[in-house]
């Protein structure tokens, strides 16, 4: 492609993100409504997407990286793409995986834990690009727990192949797909002999690359979600999610219910003596929108914390209280942090490829080859 195509096709991906950004930003109602209509076939996502990636990141990252607040979108206004570097990073040719599910410690290959982990990662259906993307994040970040040394049972990390997290025999990929295994199989093997060994990059270093399913109209950062030391997961605006199913969702509790989810907290010394309309208190939201902290019982508790606690979608949530029970009202699906699956497939249907894709989820990080 040229570069004036690719200016031109730049200009129009632009176009169509802004209008989009506007009218999430300008039209809420509506976009409430949209998420409200997918929001009924949400209970039919699949474990993967629920839990897309949630990982605690250990402390050994870079402390210079860039900061959140320079960031901007590194592709959608015409800027070129940062140079591929060299991957520098140590070479090995396998992964060992710890299945918790079996009880099993396996060793894989490189490319078949890249195959593995697409199948249970993101739909077969979405664009080729996103497929990519999605596969270059799972190398980088799986290779950043691999060179952290921090063992699981012996292992570099966990999976549960029996629910299809991480890893998944191929056995199972072909009782699950039947008749359709090979032509599935093939798409992802292409998909993994194409990027494998590709990968996010910080000062030389493999990056933590964190993913999650869907956003809440922006992506978070690191910092307000797991504190310091992955200043280089900045927040972006990501406003095609908002048209996804599943962004939008609602869960209802009783007080008795808050009570008794609180009450796994047995650190915290919550104080449910007050009217409990009153319960929930002072709720500081972060700029992307996600919960940074909340009082609950006069208990200071982070939106992450929250969010697990009640076992949410989101930290992204508005809170109201009606004849004794709270509605939670939730947008995005995940922790927030670096790149939203659904948010590349819209961008790759928008006609962006894979490395536009990562460049804009991961400003300030470089990819190697």
């Given at each position: 492609?040229?570069?004036k195509?690719r200016?031109?096709h730049f200009?129009?991906?632009?176009l169509s993100?802004?209008?989009?950004?506007?009218?999430y930003?300008?039209?809420?109602?509506?976009?409430?409504?949209i998420?409200q209509m997918?929001?009924?076939d949400?209970?039919?996502k699949?474990n993967?997407?629920?839990s897309a990636s949630e990982p605690e990141p250990?402390?050994?990252a870079?402390?210079?990286?860039p900061?959140?607040e320079?960031?901007?979108?590194?592709?959608?206004?015409g800027?070129?793409?940062p140079?591929p570097?060299s991957?520098?990073a140590s070479k090995?040719s396998?992964?060992?995986?710890?299945?918790?599910g079996t009880?099993?410690?396996?060793?894989?290959?490189?490319?078949e834990f890249?195959?593995?982990?697409?199948?249970?990662e993101m739909?077969?259906s979405?664009p080729e690009?996103?497929?990519?993307?999605?596969?270059?994040?799972?190398?980088t970040?799986?290779?950043?727990?691999?060179?952290?040394?921090e063992?699981?049972n012996?292992?570099d990390?966990?999976?549960?192949s029996e629910?299809?997290?991480?890893?998944?025999p191929?056995?199972?990929?072909q009782?699950?797909?039947?008749?359709?295994?090979?032509?599935y199989?093939?798409?992802?093997?292409?998909i993994?002999?194409d990027?494998?060994?590709?990968?996010?990059?910080i000062n030389g270093r493999t990056?933590?690359?964190?993913?999650?399913?869907?956003?809440a109209?922006?992506?978070?950062?690191?910092?307000n979600?797991?504190?310091?030391?992955l200043a280089?997961?900045?927040a972006v605006?990501?406003?095609?999610?908002a048209?996804c199913?599943?962004y939008?969702?609602?869960a209802?509790?009783s007080a008795?219910e808050?009570?008794?989810?609180?009450?796994?907290l047995?650190?915290?010394?919550?104080?449910?003596s007050?009217p409990e309309?009153?319960?929930?208190q002072n709720q500081e939201?972060s700029?992307s929108g996600?919960?940074?902290s909340i009082?609950?019982?006069?208990?200071t508790?982070t939106g992450?914390?929250l969010?697990?606690?009640l076992?949410l979608?989101s930290?992204c949530l508005?809170?109201s209280?009606?004849?004794?029970s709270?509605?939670f009202?939730v947008r995005?699906w995940?922790h927030?942090?670096?790149m939203?699956?659904?948010?590349?497939?819209f961008?790759?249907?928008?006609?962006?490829d894979?490395?536009?894709?990562?460049?804009?989820y991961?400003?300030g990080?470089?990819?190697s080859i």
């Amino acid at each position: 492609m040229s570069n004036k195509t690719r200016g031109t096709h730049f200009k129009r991906l632009l176009l169509s993100f802004l209008v989009l950004y506007t009218a999430y930003s300008l039209i809420p109602t509506a976009v409430y409504a949209i998420g409200q209509m997918g929001s009924s076939d949400a209970s039919t996502k699949t474990n993967r997407e629920a839990s897309a990636s949630e990982p605690e990141p250990y402390s050994r990252a870079p402390q210079d990286s860039p900061s959140p607040e320079n960031s901007s979108p590194a592709f959608l206004d015409g800027r070129r793409l940062p140079a591929p570097v060299s991957n520098t990073a140590s070479k090995n040719s396998f992964f060992t995986v710890y299945d918790a599910g079996t009880k099993q410690l396996l060793k894989v290959s490189e490319q078949e834990f890249l195959v593995s982990a697409l199948a249970c990662e993101m739909d077969l259906s979405a664009p080729e690009e996103a497929l990519k993307a999605q596969a270059v994040v799972i190398y980088t970040l799986y290779s950043y727990k691999r060179a952290s040394g921090e063992k699981v049972n012996g292992a570099d990390f966990a999976c549960d192949s029996e629910s299809w997290l991480v890893y998944v025999p191929k056995e199972a990929m072909q009782e699950r797909w039947g008749e359709n295994f090979e032509e599935y199989y093939a798409v992802l093997e292409a998909i993994a002999e194409d990027v494998c060994g590709q990968q996010l990059m910080i000062n030389g270093r493999t990056a933590c690359a964190t993913y999650f399913a869907i956003s809440a109209g922006n992506t978070e950062t690191a910092e307000n979600v797991w504190g310091p030391g992955l200043a280089y997961l900045q927040a972006v605006a990501s406003p095609g999610d908002a048209f996804c199913d599943g962004y939008l969702s609602e869960a209802v509790f009783s007080a008795d219910e808050i009570r008794d989810a609180a009450g796994q907290l047995a650190e915290k010394n919550f104080d449910f003596s007050g009217p409990e309309e009153d319960w929930f208190q002072n709720q500081e939201r972060s700029p992307s929108g996600y919960t940074k902290s909340i009082q609950l019982g006069g208990v200071t508790l982070t939106g992450a914390e929250l969010r697990s606690m009640l076992s949410l979608r989101s930290a992204c949530l508005e809170i109201s209280y009606a004849d004794g029970s709270y509605t939670f009202t939730v947008r995005g699906w995940g922790h927030g942090v670096g790149m939203s699956q659904a948010g590349a497939v819209f961008l790759a249907r928008q006609g962006a490829d894979y490395r536009e894709i990562l460049n804009y989820y991961y400003p300030g990080l470089s990819l190697s080859i």
